[in-house]
């Protein structure tokens, strides 16, 4: 399995981003995602997770009503749209897959088992 993160870049505070995680592999092989991201000199974090119908969702407080989470399970990708970006929305953005979940969440790195490459997010201030 290989997820490949893209859609970073720089915007300005008060923008919009949307992110992309496409997912290589079997349609059976359809998980939890979830989104984290780490900022210079900070530890990972949740920022959200789907279950596979797309049915549940979680947030991380600092992003809730500001970011949504979706998956077109057609093409195998899962979406993170970002709007009313914060400079302190800047990090390296991570996808991942927990392999042992399909419509249960959890908001636990430790939970997800293949983790894509990251991509760069970047908001001005």
């Known amino acids: 399995v290989q997820l490949q993160a893209s859609g970073g870049g720089l915007v300005q505070a008060g923008g919009s981003l949307r992110l992309s995680c496409a997912v290589s592999?079997?349609?059976?092989?359809?998980?939890?995602m979830g989104w984290f991201r780490q900022a210079p000199g900070k530890e990972r974090e949740f920022v959200a997770t789907?279950?596979?119908?797309?049915?549940?969702?979680a947030y991380a407080d600092s992003v809730k009503d500001r970011f949504t989470i979706y998956r077109d399970n057609a093409k195998n990708t899962v979406y993170l749209q970002m709007n009313s970006m914060k400079a302190e929305d800047t990090a390296v953005y991570y996808c991942?897959?927990?392999?042992?979940?399909?419509?249960?969440?959890?908001?636990?790195?430790?939970?997800?088992?293949?983790w894509g490459q990251g991509t760069q997010v970047t908001v001005s201030s």
């Open positions: 592999g079997r349609t059976s092989d359809r998980y939890v």
């Open positions: 991942a897959q927990d392999r042992d979940r399909k419509m249960t969440i959890t908001i636990n790195s430790y939970d997800y088992d293949y």
């Open positions: 789907i279950n596979l119908s797309g049915g549940r969702t």
